[in-house]
């Protein structure tokens, strides 16, 4: 893969380039599952209560993209660093089983129920869609605590 | 204050903690929890007032009903916050990054104290008669101190520890022999 060398290369360059990337994926990911959680808990009944979780939805789909090219930027950069320590992670791997599966159901399940308005299947979506994003946290926070590769 | 670290990471139960190869991880994966469910909370409320965000929302709808979630949310940063902090209390006491988030914090405080009443206790008036320059210099403020806040929490994690000065680790080592040291490597990694 020359296209991954050369990122890391570029990655590897200086020793602020890694920490400057988490700390876009940390605002990253509090505007990507912070707009999607305020929504959800809208859906729980907290929170945004005034608004109808159709609208609400729209106005916090800006916020949910911009944190979403926030981190499709900043993690594959991160993974091109040491690509073969990631492969061989135990909690990438589960972190990017869970992030596949909190992304489908993001813009399938969620979007529909939410668009629909389907009263009592909104607080089980909420829920379900909390629990993904947690584990996509809980994921990447165990990568640094991995000391053996698979 | 150096004392009283050395004796809050020396108590039995924050001991035990830091033997533990698994409550550390997950103490920390439920403090950033609390960024990734309640960060845009602070986010979406600050960008309301300067008029970025929900423009077409009242106010009240943004600022009120947020405060009591957010409340919350910061309430589970700080418990985790306190926790992962006693586990090696000593070690973040020599961590500049930790002691600029201190810093930070009191900041946060401060920015309460200044204007919880006139600006986030005021969104119906503001609804009626315009977002004032007060609230969109207190939006802007808490924007820059809570950015401030996640850099210095992440940034932590690059300080190595003073292992000669730092007590804990005679103490793990002393537990563990020949493993005690790769326990307080590094806080983060």
Same mark, same amino acid.
């Given at each position: ?150 | ?147 401030? !806040?996640?850099?210095?929490?992440? +940034?932590? %994690?690059?300080?190595? $520890?003073? @292992?000669?000065? #730092? =007590?804990?680790? !005679?103490?793990?080592?002393?537990? +563990?022999? %020949?493993?005690?040291? $790769?326990? @307080?490597?590094? #806080? =983060?990694?």
């Amino acid at each position: 893969m020359p296209l991954l060398m050369i990122l890391a290369a570029g990655v590897n360059a200086s020793e602020l380039i890694f920490p400057t990337l988490e700390c876009i994926h940390i605002v990253g990911f509090a505007m990507l599952i912070g707009s999607i959680a305020i929504l959800d808990f809208r859906l729980l009944g907290y929170g945004m209560t005034e608004q109808q979780p159709p609208e609400l939805y729209k106005s916090l789909m800006p916020w949910t993209w911009i944190g979403m090219a926030f981190i499709f930027l900043s993690g594959p950069l991160m993974y091109s660093s040491d690509p073969d320590m990631y492969y061989l992670n135990w909690a990438f791997i589960i972190k990017m089983l869970c992030m596949i599966a909190a992304l489908v159901f993001h813009f399938t399940v969620r979007s529909k129920v939410v668009g629909l308005g389907a009263p009592g299947t909104g607080k089980a979506v909420a829920c379900v869609s909390l629990l993904l994003w947690a584990s996509v946290v809980f994921g990447g926070i165990f990568i640094g605590f991995v000391t053996e590769g698979l | 204050m150096l004392e009283f670290c050395q004796w809050l990471q020396a108590t039995d139960v924050f001991t035990a903690l830091r033997g533990s190869a698994i409550v550390y991880p997950v103490i920390l994966s439920l403090h950033m929890i609390g960024i990734a469910f309640f960060g845009a909370m602070i986010l979406v409320t600050d960008l309301r007032l300067l008029g970025v965000a929900m423009r077409t929302y009242p106010v009240t709808s943004v600022v009120n009903r947020l405060r009591v979630p957010k409340r919350i949310g910061f309430a589970v940063m700080v418990i985790c916050g306190v926790l992962l902090f006693s586990t090696k209390a000593e070690e973040y006491y020599y961590n500049i990054f930790f002691r600029i988030k201190m810093i930070l914090l009191a900041l946060v405080c401060l920015h309460a104290l200044l204007f919880a009443e006139n600006v986030y206790g005021s969104a119906a008036e503001m609804d009626t008669s315009g977002i004032t320059s007060k609230a969109k210099i207190a939006a802007g403020a808490s924007l820059v101190l809570w950015l401030g !806040l996640a850099i210095c929490g992440r +940034a932590i %994690g690059y300080i190595e $520890p003073p @292992l000669e000065k #730092i =007590h804990a680790f !005679l103490h793990t080592a002393a537990e +563990a022999p %020949g493993t005690g040291a $790769p326990a @307080l490597r590094n #806080i =983060h990694d």
